[in-house]
């Protein structure tokens, strides 16, 4: 069903957190556009419709794309927008990201009972959290946040490995449903904190819950954390025309070397990757680190970092080949010094942990990230 030349359709997951993201793009695409007008169109996903499927058996990111994905290759949607994070690194023929609005804060958040007043709330100023001079300072207070043996709760291998490398008396539980479930959980005592990504609460205008972020050095955050994708035809010039208006050069650099990095270690695969970018004034900056979640497979960490001048180029922010290929070079230093030989143990393990949830009864709603 064709659109008219004054509507644009924006397709969703509806849970809240995907309707508030999709709100932001909605409301920046007519504020843009002056004249235009848009309908969101909520899909109900495949990871949407098993409720109950464990995390470690929904593995692949393309259960939460899939179906948006097919509404936009059958146009009844222009538009879809992802978390950047759930996006596999490679997309469908025929489908492009179209525009990277702003990045919101990529970092993790630690998050507390409400009961718990935070002394500092510079802890929680994603500007603090991201200024490397205050790594030192913002870790001694979160290491004194969080208890000895604290009960910590959260979905993600990547935080679970990250956490135990930190702080290996911690007991890292899985935390199931959306941000208001798992709230209310850390409430009701079944956690001691949680640990939530810092762009979820601040869209779902929760920033207050922030106890205080972690630096990204520190608690590496997953490939374009923070950050949107508009998923759109890659022959649809008007759409594409459009959503360029509310397009963010720098939070581009940064998410396609993010995403480079995913596609040449891991391609479509889900491993326990933190990568991070920081675009500086004359410089790019790359940082990876790969845990094992669980601390029997060993909690070393691989880490690779690496730093490059920006090109001196007037296509900088529009021809990101560049960034691309400081992703794919970072990519081949992590398979080289071990990283291939950690993904194959993560596939493994992931194999093994799917094969008990099948034969295990769960009656815990999941939910991604």
Same mark, same amino acid.
């Given at each position: 069903?064709?659109?008219t030349q004054?509507?644009?359709?924006? %397709?969703?997951?509806?849970?809240? +957190?995907?309707?508030?993201?999709?709100?932001l793009?909605? $409301?920046a695409?007519?504020a843009a556009?002056?004249?235009?007008?848009?309908?969101?169109?909520?899909?109900?996903?495949?990871?949407? *419709?098993?409720?109950?499927?464990?995390l470690?058996?929904?593995?692949?990111?393309?259960?939460?794309?899939v179906d948006?994905?097919? =509404?936009?290759?059958?146009?009844?949607?222009?538009?879809?927008?992802?978390?950047?994070k759930?996006?596999p690194?490679?997309?469908?023929?025929?489908l492009v990201i179209g525009?990277?609005p702003? *990045?919101?804060?990529?970092?993790d958040? !630690?998050? !507390?009972?409400?009961a718990?007043?935070?002394?500092d709330?510079?802890?929680? $100023?994603?500007?603090?959290?991201?200024?490397?001079?205050?790594?030192?300072?913002? $870790?001694?207070?979160l290491?004194? +946040?969080?208890s000895y043996?604290?009960r910590?709760g959260?979905s993600?291998? *990547?935080r =679970?490995?990250q956490?135990?490398?930190?702080?290996?008396d911690?007991e890292v539980?899985?935390?199931r449903?959306?941000?208001?479930?798992?709230?209310r959980?850390?409430?009701?005592?079944?956690?001691?904190?949680?640990i939530?990504?810092?762009? %979820?609460?601040?869209?779902?205008?929760l920033?207050?819950?922030i106890?205080?972020?972690?630096?990204?050095?520190?608690?590496?955050?997953?490939?374009g954390?923070?950050?949107?994708?508009?998923?759109?035809?890659? $022959?649809?010039k008007?759409?594409?025309?459009i959503?360029?208006?509310i397009?963010?050069?720098?939070?581009a650099? %940064?998410v396609?070397?993010?995403?480079?990095?995913?596609?040449?270690?891991? %391609?479509?695969?889900?491993?326990?990757?933190?990568?991070y970018t920081q675009? !500086?004034?004359?410089?790019?900056?790359i940082?990876?680190r790969?845990?094992a979640?669980?601390p029997?497979n060993?909690a070393e960490?691989?880490?690779?970092s690496?730093m490059?001048?920006?090109?001196?180029?007037a296509d900088l922010?529009?021809?990101?080949?560049w960034?691309e290929?400081?992703?794919?070079?970072?990519g081949?230093q992590?398979?080289?010094?071990g990283?291939?030989?950690?993904?194959? *143990?993560?596939?493994?393990?992931?194999?093994?942990?799917?094969?008990?949830?099948i034969?295990?009864?769960s009656?815990?709603?999941?939910?991604?990230g």
């Amino acid at each position: 069903m064709p659109t008219t030349q004054s509507k644009v359709r924006i %397709g969703t997951r509806g849970s809240a +957190l995907a309707l508030a993201q999709t709100a932001l793009v909605s $409301n920046a695409i007519e504020a843009a556009s002056p004249g235009l007008t848009t309908e969101i169109v909520v899909v109900r996903t495949t990871a949407d *419709r098993a409720p109950s499927l464990p995390l470690s058996e929904i593995g692949d990111k393309a259960l939460w794309v899939v179906d948006l994905e097919q =509404q936009l290759l059958s146009g009844d949607i222009d538009v879809a927008v992802h978390s950047m994070k759930d996006l596999p690194a490679d997309l469908p023929a025929g489908l492009v990201i179209g525009a990277v609005p702003e *990045r919101e804060c990529p970092l993790d958040a !630690l998050v !507390l009972p409400a009961a718990f007043v935070s002394d500092d709330i510079a802890l929680s $100023n994603p500007g603090y959290a991201s200024d490397r001079d205050n790594e030192a300072f913002i $870790n001694e207070n979160l290491n004194a +946040l969080v208890s000895y043996g604290a009960r910590v709760g959260t979905s993600s291998d *990547r935080r =679970q490995g990250q956490l135990l490398y930190w702080r290996p008396d911690l007991e890292v539980i899985p935390v199931r449903g959306n941000v208001d479930t798992r709230l209310r959980k850390l409430e009701e005592d079944e956690f001691d904190a949680i640990i939530l990504a810092a762009a %979820g609460l601040r869209r779902l205008r929760l920033e207050h819950r922030i106890t205080a972020l972690f630096p990204a050095i520190q608690l590496v955050p997953a490939a374009g954390q923070g950050a949107l994708a508009l998923e759109i035809r890659e $022959n649809d010039k008007r759409t594409s025309e459009i959503v360029r208006r509310i397009h963010h050069p720098g939070s581009a650099v %940064g998410v396609m070397a993010e995403r480079a990095f995913v596609r040449a270690v891991a %391609g479509g695969c889900s491993v326990p990757l933190g990568v991070y970018t920081q675009l !500086l004034p004359e410089y790019l900056e790359i940082y990876v680190r790969a845990v094992a979640p669980d601390p029997e497979n060993g909690a070393e960490a691989i880490e690779e970092s690496k730093m490059i001048p920006l090109p001196d180029r007037a296509d900088l922010f529009t021809d990101l080949t560049w960034a691309e290929d400081l992703g794919r070079t970072v990519g081949a230093q992590f398979l080289t010094h071990g990283g291939a030989e950690f993904i194959e *143990r993560m596939r493994i393990s992931t194999s093994t942990r799917s094969m008990t949830s099948i034969s295990s009864d769960s009656n815990e709603p999941a939910a991604h990230g």
